[in-house]
Each structure stands twice: as structure tokens, then as C-alpha cells.
């Protein structure tokens, strides 16, 4: 039977059975696919070849390769197990960022911002991502290159120069430790372990200042300086030691108002120094108003620091009532009055020796610049109210309406100012009633900034230690010094020392104790301004010998 079936059927084979194997599609695009030399089909369907199993080698496939066939590669977007190992790997990167630098030899990486590193100690790396993870909304202030100076440009300096890399470790120690343990203890204790990094790490700064300057040129030169000197500011300032702070900030302003001319091109032909990937021309331009603002905001509280920049600047528009007051945006809004208050400070600095002067007043030079500033003032007021008819206010991001409103009390607040520049000093005295007027509006202005801080059902985008600019507090104290009319001025004052939320770095506790509800210095304050200068603030003509 069995030779009837072999001769009918013919011969039979056993079939064989392939070990099973789980699919997969991993591969690379030319064994996936069955063509040689392409993942596409040929016209010639006799070019095809019998699928095999890939053996998934980097970067070519070997069994391509030794068979003659090109290796098309492999399709990253359907390997899922591939994605897979990828995002773990990610997730381990990003785990152990601070032990591992990146690999600064790839031609074509560039690094992350948060995920960039510094050689360095643990401790070192540690704070330097302190001060990269706040900086910007710490001492930053509302600029369009606020992120790219804190994200790229500084973190760049730090990579690059090892003096401002201590500086800035120093920095993120300094701000991590005030927000630790808030207000500073006993000045005469000894100094903790944290504090003792922070003086090593500024010591390590401005001793290799001198020596990382030296072999660069004039425009490098007065970058690294400019920078350095914000990072001591910044330092000084969360230590509370307001004098060396002081002298910082002093140092940086003369450097910014006499910038040599190599230096001074930068801000001049903007489309000259705005190309390339540096764009020094942004950078300038940053530092230009950053320390600006913290000139105004340290001449509102200290009275007799003299504004050197604001004063410089100031001179070129002294004469334009038009100056700054068009805009279509709350950005616009807060350009122009930041620009108003910088006017204004720098007007009071020039006329703080004639305050009820009448004969001074009748002059026709302050009285001409006291009314272009006025003017500029009725200006920026009636844009405002056209701006609130023309534009919903509802739909405003919340930072949007807080920096509104502060723009708002803030330009209402210099306009008092100025206006008081003409009258005499007559303390406790009724006041007109046009003047009562706007003090009232100044304080409804202020409570109703306050209560949208406040407000518990307003989302916060930032933290109530977060800097958001808006110089409210030195606002208050200086428009209440000025109100002649003690219950409107202890108002004032009270909201000042009362006011919810820190702004900026010169605005902490300690600030608020050195005030009292009279509006008078407290023997603090006083004894600060008596002190002899520090030697670091005589100036030579050339860069600060605390650095050189």
C-alpha cells in the first residue's frame, strides 16, 4: 500500500518547521522592504529578493553589506522599541544632569539650556543650577531679552570664564540661602556653612577677574565686567550688606555712562552688531536697562544716589514731550512709563537742591523742562485710558493686568512727584484740593494693585518670591515722603511697609526696617549715607580698581 501511494502521489518530503520567532519591525529599510539598494519599488519587479531577518547593525546592516546590497538604513519614526530605549535614556540624562557634562566635542549639539553644565564640585554644579533655575524671574526684569541674557548669555560667560563662572555659583548659593533661611542673622555670629561658599566662591571671582581680562579685547573686556559687577550686586543685595551693594551698582553705572567707542558702537548701529549668533548689539542693549532700572529704583531709596546713566540718558530727550507715549500694548505701556520714571528721577536729581525754590522756578530752563515732562505725563495718562476703551482688559494674561496697573501707579506716582517740585516744604498743612485729589486716586490705584496680588481666586503664573519688576514698594515710600499731609502720607507709607509681595532684590525685609511709618531714614540708613565712600568708588578714568 504504501509503494501504490508513493507511485500515484510521487516521492514525499517532510516539511520543515521554522523555529518561531516574534515579528518585528526593526529592521532596516531595505531588508523591511524586499528591494535591493531602496526602500522603493523598482519598476523591474526581477530585482526583488527573498525578505530575510535583519540583523539590526549600526549603521549598516551586515547582512546587506555582505551580500553586496546597500544598507538604506533604518526608520527611526516605526521603531517603537528603539523610541522606547531612547526616552529611557533621556530620562537618565535628565536624572543625572548635574554629575554628567555634556559632550562639548559634537560639532553639531547644541546643549539644552536647563540641561547644560559646568566643570566643577558637586556643591559648585549645584548652586550654578540654583542661580540658572531662578535668574530670570529673580533679578530679571520685563525686557524682550530678558530669557535670552539669563538662558544663553550669561550661562555662555560662565562656560567660557572661570571668574564669572564662581561669580554666578556665588549668586546661586546667595539666593538659595536667603530663600532658606529669609533674613540674614546676626551679622557679628559666626558665618554658616553655606555662608562660608559664598564668600569662597566671591573671593574666587574677584581675585581671577583681573587676570581673565587681561589678554581680551576692550569690548570683551567691558562685557565680562558689566557682568560680573550685576553678579556682586545680586550677591551684596541677598547678603544685605546694602553699602558693598551700593558700590557695585555705582561701579557698573559709571562703566555703562563712559563706555569707550569701541563699546559704544554697539548701542550706536544696532544693525551693525544685531547679526550673527552673538548678537552683541541685544546684549548691550540688556545691560543698558537693567542697570538702569536699579538706578532708579536705589536712587527712590537711598534720596542722594546720583543717577549717572539715567542722567546721560535723560539729556537726549529732555526737550521731547512726545517721548515714548505711543503704544498698543501693555509692553508699550510699561516701556513708556519706565522711561517717564527714569526722566522724572533724573530731573528731581538735578533740581533736589531748589525744592520750593521760587525764584529757581521762575527760570525759563526748569520751567520749560518741568513742563515737557508734565506734558509728556498728560500724554501717557489720556493713551492709557484709550488703550482700556479700545482693548478688552478681561482677556489680559494676570501678569499682564498686575504690570497695568503697576505702570499706572507708578507714572501717577512720579506725576506727584514733579508736581511738588514747585511748593514749598510746609509739613502737616491741608493740602489743596485738587492735590488731595490725586493722592487719593494714588492710594486707590495702589489698594486696588494690591488686592489683585492678592486676590485668592487670581491663578499666580510666578511664586510670591519670584521678582516681577514693577518697583511698587520704592513707588510708595517716595510719593508718601513727598505728601505734605501726615494721615494721607502714614496711608502711604503703611502700604508700602505692608505690601504683599518682594519685587526685585533691593525690596526684601530689611528694606522694610530700616523705614518708619513717618517716612524718616532710621538711624540705619542714616549712618549708611554718613560713611565714608569706599575706596572702590573714587574713579580714575579707566576700570574700577576693585577689579584691575
Known amino acids: 500500500m504504501a509503494s501504490t501511494t508513493a507511485t500515484v502521489a510521487g516521492p ?5 518547521i521554522r523555529a518561531g520567532k516574534p ?13 535591493e539598494g531602496s526602500a522603493l519599488p523598482p519598476s523591474n519587479t526581477n530585482h526583488r529578493i527573498r525578505r530575510i531577518k535583519c540583523d ?16 538604506d538604513g533604518y526608520d527611526i519614526n516605526a ?36 540641561l547644560a553644565d559646568i566643570m566643577g564640585t558637586d556643591m559648585e554644579r549645584f548652586y550654578f543650577h540654583c542661580f540658572r533655575a531662578v535668574a530670570g524671574e529673580a533679578v530679571g526684569i520685563r525686557h524682550k531679552y530678558n530669557s535670552m541674557f539669563w538662558k544663553e548669555t550669561v550661562p555662555q560667560h560662565c562656560y567660557e570664564v572661570e571668574s564669572i563662572k564662581h561669580a554666578f555659583i556665588a549668586f546661586g548659593a546667595a539666593y538659595h540661602n536667603f530663600q532658606t533661611t529669609g533674613e540674614r542673622a546676626d551679622p557679628t555670629a559666626p558665618p554658616s556653612r553655606t555662608e562660608r561658599f559664598i564668600i569662597q566662591q566671591y573671593s574666587l571671582a574677584m581675585r581671577g577677574l583681573a587676570q581673565d581680562t ?14 560680573s559687577c550685576i553678579a556682586f550686586f545680586c550677591i551684596e543685595m541677598l547678603r544685605n550688606d546694602w553699602r558693598a551693594a551700593l558700590t557695585h551698582l555705582s561701579n557698573g553705572l559709571h562703566l ?3 563706555l ?27 545691560m543698558l536697562r537693567l542697570l538702569s532700572r536699579w538706578e532708579v529704583a536705589m536712587r527712590l531709596v537711598t534720596g542722594d544716589f546720583q543717577p549717572r546713566l539715567t542722567l546721560r540718558i535723560y539729556e537726549s530727550r529732555k526737550l521731547d514731550a512726545s517721548a515714548g507715549t505711543k503704544f498698543a500694548s501693555v509692553e508699550d505701556i510699561y516701556e513708556a512709563v519706565d522711561s517717564y520714571c527714569q526722566d522724572a528721577s533724573a530731573f528731581t536729581w538735578l533740581t533736589r537742591d531748589h525744592h520750593g525754590d521760587t525764584q529757581f522756578w521762575a527760570q525759563h530752563r526748569p520751567k520749560l523742562q518741568r513742563s515737557v515732562l508734565m506734558e509728556r505725563s498728560r500724554l501717557i495718562s489720556n493713551n492709557i485710558c484709550i488703550y482700556q476703551n479700545n482693548f478688552d482688559m478681561e482677556h489680559l494674561e494676570f501678569q499682564d493686568v498686575v504690570f497695568f496697573n503697576a505702570s499706572r501707579l507708578r507714572h501717577k506716582g512720579a506725576t506727584l512727584i514733579l508736581e511738588m517740585l514747585p511748593l514749598p516744604e510746609k509739613a502737616n498743612e491741608p493740602l489743596e484740593l485738587d492735590e488731595l485729589r490725586q493722592f487719593e486716586d494714588f492710594i486707590r490705584t495702589a489698594i486696588q494693585l494690591r488686592d489683585i496680588i492678592t486676590s485668592s481666586a487670581t491663578r499666580r503664573p510666578v ?5 516681577v519688576d514693577l518697583a511698587v514698594v520704592p513707588t510708595l515710600y517716595v510719593t508718601g515722603s513727598n505728601c505734605r499731609e501726615e494721615g494721607l502720607r502714614k496711608k502711604i507709607l503703611g502700604l508700602a511697609m505692608e505690601w504683599p509681595r518682594r519685587e526685585n532684590l533691593w525690596d526684601g525685609p530689611a528694606l522694610r526696617h530700616m523705614l518708619d511709618i513717618d517716612g524718616i531714614r532710621s538711624s540705619k540708613v542714616r549712618e549708611l549715607m554718613m560713611e565714608p565712600k569706599s575706596e572702590t568708588m573714587q574713579w580714575n578714568g579707566g576700570l574700577p580698581s576693585m577689579w584691575f
Not at 86 to 104: K, M, W
Open 12 to 16: 514525499l518530503t517532510k516539511r520543515r
Open 79 to 114: 521603531n517603537p522599541r528603539s523610541r522606547k530605549n531612547d526616552a529611557t535614556a533621556n530620562a537618565l540624562s535628565h536624572r543625572y544632569q548635574i554629575a554628567t557634562p555634556p559632550a562639548a566635542s559634537l560639532e553639531f549639539s547644541i546643549p539644552r539650556p536647563l
Open 214 to 227: 587681561q589678554q581680551v579685547s576692550v569690548r570683551r573686556r567691558y562685557g565680562m565686567t558689566l557682568i
Open 23 to 35: 515579528k518585528v519591525k526593526t529592521g532596516c529599510i531595505t531588508c523591511e522592504s524586499g528591494y
Open 260 to 286: 569707550p567707542e569701541e563699546v559704544s558702537d554697539i548701542l550706536n548701529n544696532p544693525e551693525k552688531w544685531s547679526r550673527g549668533p552673538k548678537n552683541q548689539h541685544a546684549r548691550v542693549l540688556y
Open 56 to 71: 539590526e547593525a549600526k549603521p549598516a546592516c551586515l547582512r546587506c553589506t555582505s551580500t553586496g546590497r546597500k544598507c
Open 256 to 258: 555703562m555712562a563712559n
Open 463 to 467: 511664586g510670591d518670591n519670584a521678582n
